[in-house]
């Protein structure tokens, strides 16, 4: 756990539901499903180095996603491992095709865009927290890859979804506009939905 995140824990202890999800079999259990789903597609579609590329990606911020559902709370080491393994990623391609050094430099650029414009957002009272912002960051780097329409497509869906879910929640009373609420497993879930179709 982070500096940041043991203060913040400081200040706001989230109430914890079904807290068994975190349990190792259940997180060994999504992590194997999201791999799974990713690998019989890219042996569907023959997209196998950026499913190969993926694959960890997809395990972490499955993760992550659900530990921010059940706590509120987007682990550092887990969106900084994501973060490591897709930067490895990037030099090792560009070191064996020097011409994807564009691309490595376009998924660097979007990573700090989605980071400093959720970091903007964040500041004012959206509900929106730090983990957050480096939750886009990650995804910038990772979506950015494929071109600037997958990274925004892959953030306008999460915003979206999570838009509609919030709704849901205040028709159905079921929270309140004070309730805080999760964005992160809305982002990861755009972002997933938006990696096939970048990667084809």
Not at 78 to 105: E, H, I, K, N
């Amino acid at each position: 756990m982070g500096v940041e995140e043991v203060g913040a824990e400081a200040r706001w202890r989230p109430v914890v539901r079904r807290a068994w999800i975190l349990g190792w079999l259940p997180q060994a259990v999504l992590a194997f499903a999201a791999c799974g789903g990713a690998a019989w597609w890219g042996a569907r579609t023959g997209t196998q180095g950026p499913t190969v590329t993926a694959l960890p990606v997809l395990a972490l911020l499955g993760v992550a996603a659900s530990a921010d559902a059940v706590a509120h709370i987007l682990p550092n080491r887990l969106l900084g491992s994501a973060s490591a393994w897709l930067m490895a990623c990037g030099v090792v391609a560009v070191a064996a095709r020097p011409v994807l050094a564009y691309d490595a430099l376009r998924a660097v650029l979007c990573a700090l865009v989605a980071g400093a414009i959720s970091l903007l957002v964040a500041l004012a009272p959206t509900g929106l927290g730090l983990g957050d912002v480096k939750l886009c960051a990650v995804i910038g780097l990772w979506l950015g890859w494929y071109g600037v329409s997958a990274f925004v497509l892959g953030l306008w869906v999460g915003v979206m979804v999570g838009g509609v879910a919030a709704l849901a929640l205040l028709i159905s009373r079921r929270a309140s506009r004070k309730d805080p609420m999760a964005y992160g497993p809305y982002l990861i879930l755009g972002s997933f939905m938006a990696w096939p179709f970048a990667a084809l």
